[in-house]
């Protein structure tokens, strides 16, 4: 058989590693710092001490911007911000409201507060203004209006408030709001990457084959005289993956629910080919609960299928199987069918084919990709009368894939 390696596209792997590396730094200098204390040992300059704050108060703050400029984000980063540039108060805004407010001085500023936000708007620059405040106990005497960018523009602001004019205000408060607009422009590329995986997800189900449904069916219907049982038993396999593979919620499932729609997709063939049909199925409870992306699994059983049973008179054998491999599960379908030429291959999983040759392949290997990084590509080994093999290697955990719920039903009596 042939291994069958697309060409692979480089990613920022060096990012994760840097924030590996970080999170390892600073686990390993508290615990240090720890032994000094005890020890009666320095505990480093002044500037470094200012620099492991300063980077740990904004390690806090990044989190709730990820999830773009929503009031409970903002809320959420105010704090931190405000500890970050050591102003009196500080407040971050949207284009028409105050999204949040932290420090002193919000019952009577807030109002004020969007009138320069306002002025900023207009000319899209930095703005530092005095308050006016009349109150000769409100500290709040200077604002900083800085604007908060993303894709689409200004987004909103972030204004901070000193007790005076200060020219090192006006460039802190400038670096900081650019730092909130980096990550309000990475939150924007987070949901630019849900929605392409969405559009994925309803291409794929869209590759469903009208043919498929209308066998299922017509398979159904040939029992309805001969074995009611049987065609009961089917209809309502068949209600249950078509019920799972259009379900609205969730990028992710977890491997047992892939699996169950996989068993009703087999079923469903197996009414229609009958002895002609065979499958083994070997997978290992402990990685039933592993999340891994929604619908990647039935596309490449129902390859098996097409090139097993309709591209073939013979007896098709598919054999899934899904075993503990550490921090993985490795899972892998095989079939005896009729195979292909790797560079046909190739060329389907580049995109370079139109229609529905495929039957998924290359949607698997992109969302396989875009989640994993292409380390985790799918590896199809395959030849022409030499049946095919893909394998594909899932992390048991990985930040941000989290199973939604199943889209099956409970157990029938």
Same mark, same amino acid.
């Given at each position: 058989?042939?291994?069958?390696?697309? /060409?692979?596209? /480089?990613?920022?792997?060096?990012?994760?590693a840097v924030l590996l590396l970080g999170a390892g730094w600073v686990a390993g200098r508290r615990h240090a710092r720890h032994g000094e204390r005890a020890a009666g040992m320095d505990l480093g300059t002044p500037v470094e001490r200012a620099t492991?704050?300063?980077? =740990?108060?904004?390690?806090?703050?990044?989190?709730?911007?990820?999830?773009?400029?929503? *009031?409970?984000?903002?809320?959420?980063?105010?704090?931190?911000?405000?500890?970050?540039?050591?102003? *009196?108060?500080? &407040?971050?805004?949207?284009? *028409?409201?105050?999204?949040?407010?932290?420090?002193?001085?919000?019952? =009577? =500023?807030?109002?004020?507060?969007? /009138?320069?936000?306002?002025?900023?708007?207009?000319?899209?620059?930095?703005?530092?203004?005095?308050?006016? &405040?009349?109150?000769p106990d409100c500290p709040l005497k200077w604002a900083v209006v800085a604007p908060l960018t993303g894709e689409d523009g200004v987004l909103g602001a972030l204004v901070a408030y000193g007790s005076r004019e200060s020219a090192v205000l006006v460039?802190?408060?400038? *670096?900081?709001?650019?730092?909130?607009?980096?990550?309000?422009?990475?939150?924007?590329?987070?949901?630019?990457?849900?929605?392409?995986?969405?559009?994925?997800?309803?291409?794929?189900?869209?590759?469903?084959?009208?043919?498929?449904?209308?066998?299922?069916?017509? /398979?159904?219907?040939?029992?309805?005289?001969?074995?009611?049982? #049987?065609?009961?038993?089917?209809?309502?396999?068949?209600?249950?993956?078509?019920?799972?593979?259009?379900?609205?919620?969730?990028?992710?499932?977890?491997?047992?629910?892939?699996?169950?729609?996989?068993?009703?997709?087999?079923?469903?063939?197996?009414?229609?080919?009958?002895?002609?049909?065979?499958?083994?199925?070997? @997978?290992a409870p402990e990685v039933l609960p592993v999340a891994l992306p929604f619908l990647c699994l039935q596309p490449l059983v129902e390859n098996a299928v097409k090139h097993g049973l309709e591209d073939s008179t013979e007896e098709c054998r598919i054999?899934?199987?899904?075993?503990?491999?550490?921090?993985?599960?490795?899972?892998?379908?095989?079939?005896?069918?009729?195979?292909?030429?790797?560079?046909?291959?190739?060329?389907?999983?580049?995109?370079?084919?139109?229609?529905?040759?495929?039957?998924?392949?290359?949607?698997?290997?992109?969302?396989?990709?875009?989640?994993?990084?292409?380390?985790?590509?799918?590896?199809?080994?395959?030849?022409?009368?030499?049946?095919?093999? @893909?394998?594909?290697?899932?992390?048991?955990? #990985?930040?941000? @894939? =989290?199973?939604?719920?199943?889209?099956?039903?409970?157990?029938?009596?």
């Amino acid at each position: 058989m042939t291994g069958v390696a697309p /060409a692979l596209v /480089a990613v920022p792997a060096v990012a994760g590693a840097v924030l590996l590396l970080g999170a390892g730094w600073v686990a390993g200098r508290r615990h240090a710092r720890h032994g000094e204390r005890a020890a009666g040992m320095d505990l480093g300059t002044p500037v470094e001490r200012a620099t492991f704050h300063t980077l =740990h108060t904004a390690s806090l703050a990044a989190p709730p911007l990820r999830a773009g400029l929503t *009031e409970d984000a903002a809320r959420k980063a105010a704090r931190r911000l405000r500890s970050l540039l050591g102003t *009196e108060a500080l &407040c971050l805004t949207d284009r *028409e409201s105050v999204l949040a407010w932290d420090g002193p001085g919000a019952d =009577h =500023h807030q109002r004020r507060a969007m /009138a320069r936000v306002a002025v900023m708007l207009a000319s899209g620059r930095s703005q530092s203004v005095r308050t006016e &405040c009349q109150r000769p106990d409100c500290p709040l005497k200077w604002a900083v209006v800085a604007p908060l960018t993303g894709e689409d523009g200004v987004l909103g602001a972030l204004v901070a408030y000193g007790s005076r004019e200060s020219a090192v205000l006006v460039r802190a408060a400038t *670096e900081v709001a650019r730092w909130v607009s980096v990550q309000l422009e990475l939150s924007e590329l987070d949901r630019s990457r849900t929605r392409l995986m969405e559009a994925e997800i309803k291409a794929l189900r869209a590759q469903i084959s009208p043919h498929f449904i209308f066998n299922s069916l017509a /398979a159904i219907a040939s029992f309805v005289r001969t074995d009611p049982e #049987r065609a009961r038993e089917l209809l309502l396999e068949f209600a249950d993956f078509t019920r799972y593979s259009f379900r609205r919620h969730g990028d992710f499932t977890t491997l047992a629910d892939e699996l169950r729609s996989v068993q009703q997709y087999l079923a469903l063939a197996g009414a229609r080919f009958g002895d002609r049909l065979k499958v083994t199925l070997q @997978v290992a409870p402990e990685v039933l609960p592993v999340a891994l992306p929604f619908l990647c699994l039935q596309p490449l059983v129902e390859n098996a299928v097409k090139h097993g049973l309709e591209d073939s008179t013979e007896e098709c054998r598919i054999t899934i199987t899904a075993r503990d491999a550490g921090a993985e599960a490795v899972i892998t379908v095989e079939d005896n069918g009729v195979g292909m030429d790797p560079a046909l291959l190739r060329r389907i999983l580049a995109g370079e084919l139109g229609g529905s040759s495929g039957i998924g392949l290359p949607n698997v290997d992109e969302r396989i990709r875009q989640v994993y990084g292409d380390a985790y590509g799918p590896v199809m080994e395959t030849g022409v009368g030499a049946g095919m093999k @893909v394998t594909l290697r899932i992390p048991k955990y #990985r930040v941000g @894939v =989290h199973s939604s719920p199943s889209g099956h039903r409970p157990p029938r009596p």
